[in-house]
């Protein structure tokens, strides 16, 4: 239903079309072979798309709360019965290794269709006020109540690194509010995302609700961010992207939800558990191999520590097994595509150039096909090198010496980024007051792990408002007050 011969087909106002752009080949990073055809979108495309959704707002928000969660129900449902295959896709099209694709993409994608068909409260009374009689009426009691209504027609623009859990994020939250969805995945892995599209019609989303766009050049998401009808852009991706969404919706004060870049600091302090920290700061290696906005690449360790934590680095990132995402013992895969490749090796070859030390790492793994970048250590860094302060993306970690706490806390700030920091230490009382005073959106004392709950979202250049749990409810959300005469 939803592919044609020569490729898969948009999804627009309830309709699979052929692209006016034709197909380009989405290639496995792993093998370098095509994993399938996905649309390439024209702009008069991605307006009907927008113009389609606008349409839809109306009848979709009115619909019962309970009615949008069943429907997300029953999407969660499809995607559980077809969870094998859906992973497969999201494994060829990412190179993550099977148990990632399974577990925190397709696994993760469908509890969030699950966790936002649960109801939530959208309304809730406010104390009344006694007013003096003045110039805005009589004086008397004033009742009041505050509605969560939806933004309306929101654009969300998605990352390659995800193609399940962060659309799910923001299509689940969305539509669990009233809005319409317009969706333009990244280019590299777009067809998992279809996917989606595929169980939300199945489950019964109207016409029009959810739409997706997908295409290899700018214009399909500089089309979307620039339609009249688009009054909410939700983005997840580079900051350069993120500011240059934002200059367009400040022109017609579009809402945004922006999560951009990251280079979280990792603050180990002599007396942590080296251990937890290895496997901790590890992630960075083995998840995704690196290319994940949350990663702790940068290492700010304790003098009397150092030594003993780059020593216990450099040999867990030996250890780990880099090749073939299908083999149930590799642990670090491919990256994206092979410029990206080339984009994390130019940074390796950059911090020998500013004087890091290669610890681990540091040469192309001898593989004939696959985009494979060797888990790297850079040790004896400084803040100022540009490979302590620009995003890198892949599984390249660097390591910052420091002396008491006050230094600690003033390097992890001294960033362009604040997403997500981490503290181990074995005073727990010292882990949280240096996790309240770092500049981060969230921190993680004595763990990389997160409470799905939990807000997220980032400080500084990281960017713009929260999501996750409730608080994704509250971001694809407008609050409207309602007062009257008690």
Known sequence: ????????????????????????????????????????????????????????????????????????????????????????????????????????????????????????????????????????????????????????????????????????????????????????????????????????????????????????????????????????VSFTGSTAVGRRIGEVCGRSMKRQLMELGGKGAALVFDDADVGSAVAGIGTTFSFYSGQICTAPTRVLAQRGIYDRLVGQLAAYASRLKVGDPREPDTVVGPVISAAHRERVESYVELGRKEGAVVVAGGERPPFERGFYVAPTLLADCTNDMRVAREEIFGPVVVVIPFDDEDEGVALADDSDYGLIDYVWSGDVARAFRVARRLRAGGVGVNTVGRNMEAPFGGFRHSGVGRDCGAYALHAYSEVQSIVWPG
């Open 1 to 232: 239903m939803s592919e044609a011969g020569d490729g898969q087909r948009l999804f627009v106002g309830g309709e699979w079309t052929e692209p006016d752009g034709g197909h380009y080949a989405v290639v496995d990073p792993a093998t370098e072979e095509t994993v399938g055809w996905a649309p390439e979108a024209s702009r008069d495309q991605v307006r009907a798309a927008c113009a389609a959704a606008r349409e839809a707002l109306e009848p979709w928000s009115r619909t019962a709360p309970e009615e949008r969660a069943a429907v997300l129900g029953r999407a969660a449902g499809v995607i559980a019965g077809r969870f094998a295959p859906y992973a497969e896709l999201a494994r060829a099209e990412t190179g993550a290794t099977t148990a990632t694709a399974r577990g925190m993409q397709v696994g993760v994608g469908m509890a969030r269709f699950r966790r936002y068909a649960r109801v939530e409260p959208a309304e809730w009374a406010i104390p009344p006020q006694i007013n003096d009689a003045g110039p805005m009426g009589k004086a008397g009691v004033m009742g009041a109540l505050a509605v969560r209504q939806p933004v309306g027609v929101v654009a969300c623009i998605t990352s390659y690194n995800n193609p399940w859990a962060n659309p799910a994020g923001k299509i689940a939250p969305a539509l669990a509010m009233g809005n319409t969805v317009v969706v333009k995945p990244a280019p590299q892995d777009p067809l998992s995302v279809y996917r989606m599209a595929e169980a939300l019609e199945e489950a019964g989303v109207p016409r029009g609700v959810v739409n997706v766009v997908s295409g290899r050049s700018v214009e399909v998401g500089e089309a979307a961010v620039e339609s009249a009808d688009v009054d909410m």
